[in-house]
Antibody, heavy 119, light 107 residues
């Protein structure tokens, strides 16, 4: 069974930092492109960042470029998101998600971790 | 970037009454369209991909159709566990993008 388990969400002040982690199991992690998707309170889904299977390429939504860094450890089957210079508008549930091996379709989701940016 | 729109924004049905949810893309995305279901307080779950293929474990009452720019998710005789918000997602072009969702509720 595919499992994605996020952790690291917390309450942080504007300008602060957080590191989110996603532990995975039940599939061959190194063969999947991975992504982070967020959902602000009461809002829809927004793609945040993704990383290629071998970690060689990374892409970000414009609003987080230069502040967030996505990374992965294929030996540990884990995905991370380093979030710096956090803003109030970054407040959201952050989901770790897996993309299909043959497309960019999200086929598995973690349960999410809540990041609250507030003074 | 491809913009996805969904309508209606909300839909109230009686259990067993058929549902039809629409999704449109701003550009041709072929059949690279998925539907995700999200129940309150839960993570999304993939329901349909490739516009019409049911994901593993999804009941046969869920059906998807369409290609190009117009897509439809149909739920025949919705059960209580089917109510929630449905998001369409295009994955033809990067970045992937989601529609704003259709909330399917109980009348």
């Amino acid at each position: 069974e595919v499992q994605l388990v996020e952790s690291g969400g917390d309450l942080v002040q504007p300008g602060g930092s957080l590191r989110l982690s996603c532990a995975t199991s039940g599939f061959t992690f190194s063969t999947h492109l991975m992504t982070w998707v967020r959902q602000a309170p009461g809002k829809g889904l927004e793609w945040v960042a993704n990383i290629k299977e071998d970690g060689s390429d990374k892409y970000y939504v414009d609003s987080v470029k230069g502040r967030f860094t996505i990374s992965r450890d294929n030996a540990q089957n884990s995905l991370s998101l380093q979030m710096n210079s956090l803003r109030v508008e970054d407040t959201a549930i952050y989901y770790c998600a897996r993309l299909q091996t043959t497309s960019w379709c999200v086929d598995s989701w973690g349960q999410g971790t809540l990041v609250t940016v507030s003074s | 970037e491809i913009v996805m729109t969904q309508f209606p924004a909300s839909l109230s049905l009686s259990p067993g009454e058929g549902a039809s949810l629409s999704c449109k893309s701003s550009h041709n995305i072929s059949s690279n369209l998925a539907w995700h279901q999200q129940k309150p307080g839960q993570a999304p779950r993939l329901v349909i991909y490739g516009a019409s293929t049911r994901a593993t474990g999804v009941p046969a009452r869920f059906g998807g159709s369409g290609s190009g720019t117009e897509f439809t998710l149909t739920i025949s005789s919705p059960q209580s566990e089917d109510f929630g918000v449905y998001y369409c997602q295009q994955y033809n072009n990067w970045p992937i993008s989601f529609g704003p969702g259709t909330k399917l509720g109980i009348k």
